[in-house]
């Protein structure tokens, strides 16, 4: 009887664990045979319900930007979106900040694992301590007496390079070979400026001989006034200029001529100035054509004067540089070219009064009384050449 209660007992057990088998897919245990064993019974597996999954840690939220007054910390698990600051206080930084963090009066402390993604400076004498975290921008520590420090060393560092650089440079331009380098570079140029005035001379030989005629016989007869000019004229150009555009700007009909008088201003007195330094010219390369008696007929025209006469003017500035060059010259080179500039602002200025005489070579300038030309034979005997003046 005993048997058979046990034996009903395992029946309904095993029907009541049928559903929870198939809900997990698992077949149903076959019942027990009949007569088994109730020991074989209770050894029969058990399928157990499946353990409940752990739940998902919290994802943190980000934070806007802190700013405290007395210190603060960013505990960790926290993300700051934005900057940290703290005028006053310690900051200890244990999760992530995806800005800066600024100290102003305190110590920065970053926590093992803590993260900065911009920089992380302290200022006003505090101490940055890394316990290792992460610090993706720049890590500065600034106190009060560094940025003197820094503010001045670097200042007094430009000061003494550039007394180096200054010192390098006096020794370099007047040593032998800054004397040689000068001496070359002020030969081409006045061999440039030779060459131009020649050319230009040449072109006014070719177009305009008797203006060019007129001009040098004014700074011949009328030296001393046509300087007088000049000098006024050096003292009143720029006055001159001024009241021009002054009186245009005042007129309505003038406000347009501003456009074509401040080029043409500064076009007709370099055309002035260069038409005078040539009269100049052909007048010295004329007076030294007379002086020099072995010349022959042939040689005495214009062109050969406004040559000789350019390469009278520029002769001492060729000198000049060629005494540079020696090297051990140089302090006679810089004297010679020093009378060189003198002579071309001389020869500027004559010419421009007697262009202003000779209202640019169109008339004879000042009246004066006409006296005889000293015996020349090339002149005299040769009927082809006109001492009268008449044509001038």
Avoid at 15 to 33: E, H, K, T
Avoid at 103 to 112: E, S, T, W
Wanted: glycine share 14%; net charge neutral.
């Amino acid at each position: 009887m005993r048997t058979e209660i046990l034996k009903l007992s395992a029946l309904a057990l095993a029907f009541a664990s049928a559903p929870a088998l198939r809900a997990q897919g698992a077949p149903p245990a076959p019942p027990a045979p009949a007569g088994a064993p109730a020991a074989d019974v209770a050894a029969a597996p058990q399928v157990l319900a499946p353990a409940p999954l752990p739940a998902e840690p919290a994802v943190p939220q980000p934070e806007g930007s802190r700013i405290a007054f007395n210190g603060l910390t960013v505990p960790a698990g926290k993300v700051v979106d934005g900057d940290v600051v703290a005028p006053f206080g310690d900051v200890r930084v244990e999760g992530e900040v995806m800005g800066d963090v600024t100290v102003g009066r305190g110590n920065l402390v970053l926590a093992h694992g803590a993260v900065i993604h911009g920089d992380a400076v302290v200022n006003g004498g505090g101490k940055l301590f890394n316990e290792g975290g992460r610090v993706f921008g720049e890590m500065r520590v600034n106190s009060s007496d560094d940025d003197g420090a820094g503010r001045a060393a670097p200042a007094d560092e430009g000061r003494g390079r550039g007394r180096r650089e200054a010192a390098e440079a006096m020794r370099m331009r007047h040593g032998w070979w800054g004397s040689m380098t000068e001496g070359f570079e002020g030969l081409v140029s006045a061999l440039t400026l030779g060459l131009i005035l020649c050319g230009i001379g040449a072109a006014l030989v070719f177009y305009a001989l008797p203006q060019l005629e007129r001009v040098s016989h004014t700074v011949r007869r009328d030296a001393g006034r046509s300087f007088g000019i000049g000098i006024a004229a050096n003292f009143l150009t720029l006055p001159a200029f001024i009241i021009g555009i002054v009186v245009l700007a005042v007129t309505l009909i003038g406000i347009p001529l501003l456009l074509l008088y401040i080029p043409l201003f500064g076009v007709a007195l370099a055309a002035a100035g260069g038409l005078g330094v040539l009269g100049v010219a052909h007048a010295l390369g004329e007076r030294t054509a007379e002086q020099g008696g072995s010349f022959a007929s042939m040689r005495r025209n214009a062109y050969t004067y406004v040559f000789t006469g350019v390469g009278v003017l520029v002769a001492p500035q060729i000198l000049g540089n060629l005494l540079k060059l020696t090297g051990f010259l140089g302090w006679l080179g810089m004297i010679v070219n020093g009378f060189g500039y003198m002579v071309l602002w001389l020869a500027a200025t004559i010419g421009f009064g007697a262009v202003v005489l000779t209202r640019a070579g169109t008339r004879a300038g000042w009246p004066w009384k006409p006296r005889p030309a000293a015996y020349d034979p090339i002149f005299d005997e040769e009927p082809a050449f006109d001492r009268s003046g008449a044509g001038v």
